[in-house]
T-cell receptor
Framework: AQSVTQLDSQVPVFEEAPVELRCNYS??????LFWYVQYPNQGLQLLLK??????LVKGINGFEAEFNKSQTSFHLRKPSVHISDTAEYFC?????????????FGQGTILTVHP | GAGVSQSPRYKVAKRGQDVALRCDPI?????LFWYQQALGQGPEFLTY????????KSGLPSDRFFAERPEGSVSTLKIQRTQQEDSAVYLC???????????????FGPGTRLTVL
């Protein structure tokens, strides 16, 4: 079965500390991987995506993610967070080459950055 | 530039009423998706359009849900005889994608929050 799991529903962290948000997927076909951020009362905004090539992907706002095929993971990291990074983060996967790009999302991780 | 817009932003309906939710995609975007996001959950796929053709409606939860995109731009999601379990945020997304590859970025609208009383 094809699925996406975000292992942490909430992650509290202090400002300027590093953070990692975890995402694992299950698939028997090729995948494309995405991280989106959702601020309150706003739509989802793309942070970064992995399609092919280098497994380390850099995105906006200082975020990066690493694709690990053997562990079927795509964890999101930031070396030093800011208060403004407080939001909900979603990992999403597009499965296979004939899905027209429909996304399967994880349950979301609420990142709260404390001063 | 203009992003994806959705209207209304908020909709309250009494159980049994019909509702219509509108999505204006980014101009020139071929692909259009609808997702349903229940409280505390990630978005779930409902249906997909390539221009005016509805190529995938596998995620529509019942025959009370109907979507259309008659001219290949604006799309409407209609829910008939609304039930309390239909309460959710309905998200629309568009992309340039013209084929099945799945690599194009989807740009999301702000969503319509539907509350069924």
């Amino acid at each position: 079965a094809q699925s996406v799991t975000q292992l942490d529903s909430q992650v509290p962290v202090f400002e300027e500390a590093p953070v990692e948000l975890r995402c694992n997927y299950s698939s028997s076909v090729s995948v494309y991987l995405f991280w989106y951020v959702q601020y309150p009362n706003q739509g989802l905004q793309l942070l970064l995506k992995y399609l092919s090539g280098s497994t380390l992907v850099k995105g906006i706002n200082g975020f990066e993610a690493e694709f690990n095929k053997s562990q079927t993971s795509f964890h999101l990291r930031k070396p030093s967070v800011h208060i403004s990074d407080t939001a909900e983060y979603f990992c999403a996967v597009s499965f296979g080459g004939t899905s027209y790009g429909k996304l399967t999302f994880g349950q979301g991780t609420i990142l709260t950055v404390h001063p | 530039g203009a992003g994806v817009s959705q209207s209304p932003r908020y909709k309250v309906a009494k159980r049994g009423q019909d509702v219509a939710l509108r999505c204006d995609p980014i101009s020139g975007h071929v692909s259009l998706f609808w997702y349903q996001q229940a409280l505390g959950q990630g978005p779930e796929f409902l249906t997909y359009f390539q221009n005016e053709a509805q190529l995938d409606k596998s995620g529509l939860p019942s025959d009370r849900f109907f979507a259309e995109r008659p001219e290949g731009s604006v799309s409407t999601l209609k829910i008939q005889r609304t039930q309390q379990e239909d309460s959710a945020v309905y998200l629309c997304a568009s992309s340039l994608a013209r084929g099945p590859s799945g690599t194009d970025t989807q740009y999301f609208g702000p969503g319509t929050r539907l509350t069924v009383l």
